[in-house]
């Protein structure tokens, strides 16, 4: 167990080891069911959280600040057009500034090829912890979460799971490539084998495909690309099927949007389920579109725990703050 974590910057679990991440998660777990027994506590008395939102949210925004909350602690929710970043006050000066007030800054800044580089810019000049509350790359929080359900599930030894990541097909608008790329690095690491299935055009960043590579080579497990959705799901243990976009191919809005309905067919839904192991898990981090990227029949049916995925940020995020703040 490593246990000096404090004033430690989250911006994604390749900053943090094996070691680091398994206390966060036994401290989750005790929160888990301290929680679940009415036990509150007081740890960050005093202490707050500024939280700037460049993009919406339901789930991170509220678990982020509940988690304070029943630490004790105080959040601040910022969006940027309340602040001077509207008046184009840069990264530095915000992260210099906010780091006299506060034990912490949180951001979520998704924008492909900026919101990362923001985050960089704020851990370069803050004197506190910066917290990747999800950026154009990596949705690190969101994964925490992930593969502390899938222990919940499976147990804490989770070397030998078959994972499949896959993308499908859901319209409107462009989602980042922060969650899958989250997952690939992530999971083998703690010995799971990844399937990741997506279409020609829907590849993830090649830098981090790399990496993830590198992650599962170190761990001794498999990491595969498919074009072909069913890969991912043949004798999984755990699904994650959910869209991003185009971002790598294109950048261009109306011919990522396009793109994404060449492929109405790679959808979640019963019969590629049926390709999974008996026991396996439907996972997504929601917002799921639903009817078009999962049928109802597999995100309301027996092998889904999206609403416990979606619990567990709060208890993992306790942990988390717990920890660094
Ligand atoms: N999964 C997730 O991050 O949800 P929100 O976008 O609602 O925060």
Redesign the pocket.
């Known amino acids: 167990m490593q246990t000096k974590l404090k004033g430690k910057h989250f911006i994604t679990t390749q900053d943090w080891t094996v070691q680091e991440l398994k206390t966060l998660f036994e401290l989750a777990k005790r929160l888990k069911v301290e929680y679940a027994a009415g036990k509150f506590h007081r740890n960050l008395q005093g202490k707050s959280l500024g939280m700037i939102f460049f993009d919406?949210?339901?789930?991170?925004?509220t678990s982020f600040e509940a988690a304070m909350t029943q630490l004790g602690g105080h959040s601040i929710f910022f969006a940027p057009q309340t602040m001077q970043i509207s008046h184009g006050e840069g990264a530095v000066d915000t992260a210099k500034v906010l780091s006299g007030y506060l034990q912490g800054i949180a951001v979520r800044f998704c924008a492909y090829g900026e919101g990362n580089r923001y985050l960089e810019e704020l851990r370069a000049a803050s004197r506190v912890p910066i917290v990747n509350m999800?950026c154009d790359i990596y949705?690190p929080a969101?994964i925490l979460a992930d593969y502390f359900t899938i222990t919940e599930h499976f147990g804490e030894n989770t070397r030998g799971l078959k994972l499949g990541v896959s993308w499908t097909s859901a319209p409107n608008y462009i989602r980042p490539l922060s969650v899958p790329q989250s997952l690939i690095l992530m999971m083998p690491r703690f010995g799971i084998d990844v399937t990741l299935a997506h279409p020609p055009e829907f590849e993830l960043m090649p830098e981090v495909v790399e990496q993830a590579k590198k992650n599962a080579e170190e761990a001794g497990v498999k990491f595969e690309i498919s074009h072909k959705m069913e890969d991912a799901f043949e004798d999984a243990d755990v699904v994650i099927p959910k869209s991003w976009g185009p971002l790598v191919y294109t950048q261009n809005e109306r011919e990522g949007l396009k793109l994404i309905e060449k492929y109405p067919g790679w959808v979640a839904d019963e019969k590629r389920m049926s390709l999974t192991k008996p026991h396996s898990l439907y996972m997504h981090?929601?917002?799921a579109d639903r009817g078009k990227e999962v049928t109802p029949g597999v995100i309301d049916g027996p092998h889904s725990v999206v609403y416990q995925e979606a619990e567990n940020r709060l208890h993992v995020q306790k942990a988390l703050l717990s920890l660094i703040l």
């Open positions: 919406p949210s339901t789930r991170t925004r999800q949705h969101q981090p929601l917002p």
